[in-house]
């Protein structure tokens, strides 16, 4: 039987307890309430289970998997008098305004007016339109290798830049560490935050400091789908959620409150894997929620754009005059529209060093005012022709991969199939994406032999590589991370063997290519060795070169277990990579490794992306 309504609700809402009991059942499954509460059905059942952490999310006991306990429960309480329906009308404001327009109640309470605080934040943000922006690749952070989803609130008469943003995140507290970051968001170790800022604070953040290019797409979202957005936001914002890295992510909570003004749509269904940023793009232009993207440039970017003609003396007068050690006078026998050209590149180079806090005071200050006190006693110069965009998010391949190949390991010849939640190497088709990042979630290849041997060859859970080379102007490091499975050749034999590893290093551009070298550490696990476990260091060396006509990368790699067994590995190879179409390639191999004795094995691969 429905619990019985408070007296506050007029008798004439419902004909009968029947009718009652089939309404709340009805409502309880509808796509609506489900979003609200972010019910979803699990992968191999019809079992419906809310995503939410937090016990106070319900007002029901059995809120979190039954839905109509929690709709029961919350009709019974929302619409009281009392104190306690009030505080709970404050902290679920979507769930009451939507269960009043379902029961055909009037608006006997107008929750913005008696909830202060929800109103004064509510007001902050309600707004003609909402954006979803993407921000590009940031290959220093492992966390931010492929992309990030925040939204942006605009109305006409407020400047741009002062807009608010909200972004969603993990609530990491003190956690700086990448590799620690990682590990706690793969199990969901912190909860998950929007927090608010204007969008000049977001840009420098993304843009200058990072480096990350901006996409804004406008949502086509009416007042009413604006106001669902944000009165579902509030209930969520404070760590509701926990925070995945593989799925339940920014960009995925962030589809989930777009998914809470269109329920019918289901937009989380195609991501029951995970949840890759660009993918959440290329859905909402799908289902026609998002218009055409507009492009921001990064500072880096339009850094690099400016001096893309410069000889190698004039980047390194850039660097000395933002570093303090060349004044901006001892330019005076360069051409003026040169020396303009220069001098605005300089300018825009000790911004970002300013930005990433690698200026002191006394020099950014000097720096900065000699750059624009000398820029201004210079001719009118035309400014510098704007950055043309790259190719957008939604013009990268697919995320998830199927791969069918042919294999011949030291003359055993056998079939090779592969599979992945995402994937994107080094050496996949490039349009869209940024050189020098690949990751693959939950991949994995199973080989097939003539004799009739089927196995496991590798099992990725999660495998990230940034492989972006330093220049005069920026030095970073190169790094790569990898949890799951591999063969590797341990004395006379190639077991399974389970890893975690994380290497580290330096890359250069070169004619042929980007050269990396790399040290690392992998922990493994596996039977064939002698303790169970082992500790393996490891030496790296790539020249890998992408284009969109085409990729390749030689690789040479030495590794020594250091710690639970006794033995020491080699390989070293080529691998290709043939773009056919946006979502078709041929990967061709060749490649020798062993411990006590060295193997060849050869194969060639068709990919299909989708």
Known sequence: MAAALPMSISAAVLDSQDSDGEQMSRLSQSPAWLALLGYQSGSFSNAVHSQADRPDFFVSPEGVRDPLAELLAER????????????????????????????????????LKECTALRDWYES??????????????????????????????????????????NYAADSGQVTDPLSFIIK?????????????????????????????????????????????????????NGAYNYYFLDENCSYRTLALIGVTVPQQDLLRPFWLDVVPVETIKLLRQRGLAASGQYRASSIRTLYWHMRDFSDREQQQVVQLARGNLAPQDLASTPEARRALILVAAAEYTAILINRGQLDLDTRDRVMHGLIVERLRLSQVPPPDPVPPPQPPEATHGGHFLSAGWVDHQGIQGAELGIAGFQHT???PLPGYQAGAAITVLGARVRFEQAGNRELESLDLLKVESNTPSNRLFQQPVWSLAFGAQRKYVKDSRPLVGTLSYATGYAVDTAPGVLSLRLGANFDTAAALRAGVGLEGALRVDLSRQTTMGSYRFYFEEARYLLGEDSRRHEYGLQLGIPLQRELSLEFDLGRAGAKFTQTQVGVHLRKFF
């Open 76 to 111: 019974a309480t929302l619409f009281g008098d009392d104190d306690q329906a009030v505080l709970l009308r404050c902290r679920f404001p979507a769930r009451f305004i939507w269960l009043q327009q379902q029961l055909g109640l009037l608006p006997q309470v107008q929750v």
């Open 125 to 166: 943000l309600a707004m003609q339109s909402i954006s979803i922006a993407f921000a590009s690749s940031y290959l220093e952070n492992p966390s931010s290798t492929f992309g990030h989803t925040f939204l942006r609130f605009q109305t006409a008469n407020t400047p741009t830049l002062l807009t608010p943003t909200i």
């Open 185 to 237: 968001g793969l199990v969901g170790g912190f909860p998950g935050v929007a927090d608010r800022m204007p969008l000049f604070r977001r840009l420098r953040i993304y843009g200058d400091n990072e480096g990350r290019d901006i996409w804004e797409y406008p949502l086509a979202l009416d007042a009413d789908q604006i106001r669902m957005l944000l009165l579902s936001l509030w209930e969520q914002r």
């Open 426 to 428: 080094l050496i996949d």
